[in-house]
């Protein structure tokens, strides 16, 4: 999937909430299955890791885990995502 061009971001955007188990730590299973409802209504983009508190998924495979699934789930739907990447790490934000 290409980058989008300005006149092609328009529209509703999906977020996505960053869902912890009882140990505090990522569901990815349950970050994945929070995709498809957006990918099955094609909405216009997905918005995933965008500053709100969620800076875990700064650190090491984290960032790279929640970055692949929209990548993977919105790229074979044809739906555009984006990823943010406000900081790297809790300590430098801090």
Request: proline share 5%; glycine share 14%; with cysteine.
């Amino acid at each position: 999937m290409r980058p989008a061009r300005a006149s092609e971001i328009f529209g509703s955007r999906a977020t996505l909430l960053l869902p912890l188990d009882a140990a505090d730590s990522i569901d990815y299973g349950l970050l994945g299955a929070e995709i498809d409802p957006f990918t099955a209504a094609k909405v216009n983009g997905i918005c995933s890791d965008g500053g709100s508190g969620k800076f875990r998924t700064r650190i090491g495979n984290g960032f790279d885990r929640v970055g692949a699934l929209p990548a993977e789930k919105c790229g074979g739907a044809s739906v555009r995502f984006r990823i943010g990447a406000c900081r790297m790490s809790p300590w430098f934000s801090r």
